[in-house]
């Protein structure tokens, strides 16, 4: 009976203790699992293939175009497959059509930014009024479409002409000053140091250095996983 009963205490000995030897190798099979499913994700996180959307900014060029500069900044946006804004004058666009209509086919979109690069004041609604409708017409005539967007010259703006020309008019967020500036390091890092998602970059291409900058912060800002889109996109979407 004695060695029954020994028997029988060290069987149930020897099952508990397979029972956490089977429970310690569970457990750390559980961790291998979890570390394994943690990796994947870092990884899945470091090669951009997360379910989170791209950070939308908007690229804006006022002033042309101009008869150099802006077709060698086509060109480079083109190489990078990015979209912008130009807001155009009259006067430039009549005079270089056909990058007007370069333009457009490459999918950027045109606005309006007066005919003579006119500020607003008190004294001269009119003629601004009538800068913005001359300028409707000219960009219509080369493309076959009608100018929703203007950037008024310097930011001046009379909130009842939107009524009037039934037009939107975009501002910015990120002015870099790059019209008053040939460093193009320091335009560049002016805009990399203060640009945050669903900002409005303000630039001019109709400089040499602004043109540069400008590719230079798209290759960074493509880097950082923002994704360049119009105005329209950004404010209409």
Known sequence: MKKNKTAALILIAGLVLLFFRLLEFWTEEGKAFQNTGSAIFQIDKESGQTEEESKKIALTFDDGPHPYYTDQLLDGLGERGVKATFFVTGENASLHPDTIRRMQEEGHLIGNHTYSHIQLRPDNREVFREE????????????GQEVMFVRPPYGTWDKSLEKELNMIPVLWTVDPLDWCSDDVSCITERVI?????????????????????????????????????????????
């Open 193 to 237: 140091s203060k640009v945050e998602e669903y900002d409005i970059i303000l630039m001019h291409d109709y400089y040499e250095t602004s043109v540069t900058a400008a590719l230079e912060i798209v290759d960074r800002l493509l880097e950082q996983g923002y994704e360049f889109v119009t105005v329209e996109e950004l404010l209409l979407d």
């Open 132 to 143: 913005l409708k001359r300028t409707n017409e000219v960009l219509q005539e080369i493309t």
